[in-house]
């Protein structure tokens, strides 16, 4: 009972869900569901009448009235049930298409660093495996919903229909097998073999989902991989190139009709599977609808009831038969069903970002043992009087400086500190850094260097606020930045990724990150990066599209100039702090040294941050801090920390300088 109870209450929720996506859906999924179980009853009714009338000898007059009624109220309900055809086709349409913006929403609202585990990216993944292999998920839950509405009032309607046979005395004399016919333990026996009859095609329904529901999950992890291949490297041109040059179409070829073989042995399965099911169900269909017509019809003989009531009753038992056995079916389907939607409801409780967290931070006693509230603190908030007098940490102080339409045109805060900051990912029991502690002033340039792995992106994307810090905090001028709006914060940044992405949508979209761009503004910035040339000799300008997948004129563009559009991408949104994440692994040496060169011209008077592995590019940085293994480990400039022989950043200036040595080139 208490499985049930919890099945009904995530199909509850799940249809609360489905009318939120799409208002009105349900409602008229229901009225359309009345119509089209009433319509037979209305036919199999009608019929019954005139054939009574026949056999009544009922004047032609009144049987032209009753065939012209029947036929009236057929074209109704036939215009009608078309009316709400379409209308559902384009509520389902919106459905649908609303249905993957749920998901998507949810995935963008997300805090990174649960779009970065691996529980939310086999959520995600599991939902899209249901969904392409067996049809199930959240458009299940509203296919089932019309196929229970139409049973369930299929079988009220038959019920009403067939409920005088059953209770109806029979007046006269009779004598033998109709005197049996005509009694009431014969209309018992009967309705015990029809719920028996319904309630053996449950059982066979269900133990057929049963089988299969399992043969489903057995192909949904061939499925997964064939859409992989399919998706990536076979319906794709950007794999191409490796596919002929490195003769993989053989090997491709192989593992995707194993794959294939593999969903057709479980599709072979699951016809057979079925083919067995139904001969069940259609044997004791034929053994039910013997004994319904010798009872119907031994008290039609009996003079119990008229000729045309023969076929109402036996249309309407027909009808209960079928309609009890779909409703149990749907019942059955949307409990299996909500295997998927407990995944489903999973991924979507998923809290949201950062954002919930500081609303909740905010105000609290654990707020203020975790922020800065010292009068140093005070005087670093915006350097007035007025700012000292504010108390730090607190969400007025946050207000002040992010949360207003005034504070989204202030100049850029003065100073950035990480406070004893330690990081880890949910569920992880490693430190990605550990016990960071630094400060950084507006306006300077900061490099931060190290091997792979020691932490420096991670710090970029803590500051950035797509992560929180696990312990510590950051403050910007001495207010927590949970305290921040989360908008008006990441106003503060333009970032350039390591792993940036560019769309396929025209040049100036790409730059502007928006569908209104500014072209002037795009040009200028596009010049700025060093893309000007490349510039020149596209065929619509800023308007080329990007790449081939929407449009055949669209540009490919290499991965220099790719990253050289990623950094105008960052300048085109003039935030006051700019980080760029190795921006110059994808250029050659030529195009580095004009990048680099020009890197104060570029960024002007923003705070500039850099990520790099190659050392000679931050020498003209005013700061370098060094990681290692998650932990601050140097930091000072480059001469300073290149005269330190015990030094990690010593150890790496002169491996990559005698690298520089060995490969340069001799007279």
């Known amino acids: ?80 049930g078309s009316f709400f055809r379409h209308y559902i086709n384009y509520l389902q349409a919106r459905f649908w298409s609303r249905c993957e913006m749920v998901l998507s929403g949810k995935m963008m609202e997300m805090d990174y660093a649960d779009v970065e585990s691996a529980r939310i990216h086999r959520l995600r993944q599991q939902i899209q495996d249901f969904s392409n292999v067996g049809g199930e998920g959240i458009g299940n839950v509203l296919y089932q919903f019309r196929e229970l509405a139409e049973r369930a009032l299929t079988v009220i309607f038959s019920i009403a229909f067939v409920m005088s046979l059953f209770t109806a005395r029979f007046q006269g004399e009779a004598s033998g097998i109709l005197r049996f016919a005509v009694s009431p333990p014969a209309a018992v026996l009967l309705a015990a073999a029809v719920l028996a009859n319904a309630f053996a095609g449950m059982g066979v329904g269900r133990k057929m989902m049963e089988n299969s529901h399992n043969l489903m999950r057995q192909a949904t992890d061939a499925n997964r991989v064939y859409m992989y291949y399919l998706e990536n490297h076979i319906m794709t041109y950007h794999t191409g190139k490796d596919v002929r040059i490195y003769h993989e179409a053989g090997m491709l070829r192989e593992e995707t009709k194993a794959l294939f073989d593999t969903g057709v042995d479980m599709m072979n399965g699951q016809t057979r599977n079925e083919a067995k099911y139904a001969g069940m169900v259609a044997l004791s269909t034929v053994v039910l609808s013997t004994i319904v017509y010798l009872f119907v019809g031994l008290r039609a003989l009996a003079g119990m009831i008229g ?46 970002g950062t954002e919930e967290a500081a609303e909740r931070l905010a105000g609290t006693e654990e707020a203020a043992e975790r922020l800065a509230g010292t009068e140093e603190a005070a005087e670093r908030l915006a350097g007035t009087e007025e700012a000292a007098e504010t108390p730090v940490g607190t969400k007025e102080a946050a207000e002040r400086l992010a949360g207003t339409k005034e504070a989204a045109d ?169 980080v760029l994440d190795e921006p110059t692994a994808a250029l050659d040496p030529i195009a580095e040294y004009e990048i680099y060169s020009g890197f104060n011209e570029m960024i002007g008077g923003r705070t500039a941050i850099y990520i790099s592995h190659r050392l000679s590019s931050c020498r003209f940085c005013d700061d370098i801090v060094v990681f290692n293994m998650g932990e601050l480990v140097q930091r000072g400039s480059h001469d300073e920390l290149a005269a330190d022989a015990d030094g990690l950043y010593y150890e790496l200036w002169n491996a990559q300088a005698q690298h520089y040595a060995d490969s340069a080139p001799t007279a």
């Open 307 to 352: 000729v045309g009531q023969v076929v109402l009753y036996i249309g309407s038992i027909s009808k209960f038969t079928d309609g009890f056995t779909g409703l149990v079916m749907a019942l059955t389907r949307l409990r299996t069903n909500n295997d998927v939607m407990r995944v489903y409801f999973e991924f979507l409780d998923t809290p949201a």
């Open 1 to 80: 009972m208490r499985k049930w109870r919890e099945d009904i209450t995530l199909i509850a929720r799940s249809l609360r869900l489905i009318h939120k996506i799409s208002a009105g859906i349900l409602g008229m999924m229901l009225l359309q569901s009345a119509l089209v179980s009433l319509s037979p009853f209305i036919t199999m009714y009608m019929s019954s009448v005139m054939i009574n009338g026949i056999q009544d000898r009922m004047e032609l007059g009144q049987l032209l009235v009753l065939a012209a009624v029947t036929i009236t109220a057929s074209l109704l309900v036939h215009l009608s």
């Open 410 to 578: 202030v100049p850029a805060p003065h100073e950035v500190e990480f406070c004893d900051v330690s990081f880890r990912y949910p569920d992880s029991e490693n430190w990605v850094l550990r016990h960071i502690s630094m400060k950084f002033r507006m306006g300077e340039r900061l490099a931060v260097v190290g091997k792979n792995g020691s932490g420096k992106t991670t710090f970029i994307k803590l500051l950035c606020r797509l992560y929180d810090p696990t312990e510590g905090c950051i403050l910007v001028d001495g207010v927590d930045i949970r305290h921040f709006g989360m908008e008006e914060y990441r106003k503060l940044f333009s970032v350039v990724f390591q792993d940036y992405k560019l769309f396929s949508f025209s040049l100036a979209q790409n730059v502007a990150a928006k569908r209104d761009a500014e072209p002037d503004r795009v040009e200028a910035c596009l010049q700025r990066a060093g893309f000007g040339e490349r510039l020149s000799r596209m065929h619509d300008g800023i308007h080329t599209c990007l790449y081939k997948d929407f449009e055949e004129t669209g540009v490919e563009v290499s991965g220099g100039e790719a990253q050289k559009i990623a950094i105008a991408r960052a300048l085109y949104k003039d935030a006051p702090i700019i």
